[in-house]
Nanobody, 123 residues
C-alpha cells in the first residue's frame, strides 16, 4: 500500500511559478511510475505529466510542454511538478498518482492517488 500526499497548491497570478510536491509512504516508491493529473470543475481528470522509475524519462501533455517539469527524488520518496508561466486554464485540482502504468496518460493504470491540491490562477 502506498499513500500519497500532495502539497504546494495556492492562488497565483498569471505568469508566475509554483512547485507542487507529492510525498509517498512506503519503501517501494522507486518501483512506481509517477504521474500528475488535474481536474477542473465540471471536467474529467486529465493527464499532465509522468516520469519513469529512475527519473530519466518524462512525458507531458501538449498544453504544458515547455512550461511544466516533472522530477522525482527517490531518496526522499517525492515527486515534483514545477509549473512556470501559469495560465488561468491551469486552474484545477492537481493529483499525483503511482502505479505500474504502461500507458502513462491513462489514469485507470495508476493504483494509488493523493487527495489533491488546488491550484488557482487568476488575476
Amino acid at each position: 500500500q502506498v499513500q500519497l500526499v500532495e502539497s504546494g497548491g495556492g492562488l497565483l497570478q498569471p505568469g508566475t511559478s509554483l512547485t507542487l510536491s507529492c510525498v509517498a509512504s512506503g519503501r517501494t516508491f522507486s518501483s512506481y511510475i509517477m504521474g500528475w493529473f488535474r481536474q477542473a470543475p465540471g471536467e474529467e481528470r486529465k493527464f499532465v505529466a509522468a516520469i519513469n522509475r529512475s527519473g530519466t524519462t518524462t512525458s507531458y501533455t501538449a498544453s504544458v510542454k515547455g512550461r511544466f517539469t516533472i522530477s522525482r527524488d527517490n531518496a526522499k520518496n517525492t515527486v515534483y511538478l514545477q509549473m512556470n508561466i501559469l495560465k488561468p486554464e491551469d486552474t484545477a485540482v492537481y493529483y499525483c498518482a503511482a502505479g505500474d502504468a504502461r500507458i502513462w496518460s491513462d489514469y485507470d493504470q495508476y493504483d494509488y492517488w493523493g487527495q489533491g491540491t488546488q491550484v488557482t490562477v487568476s488575476s
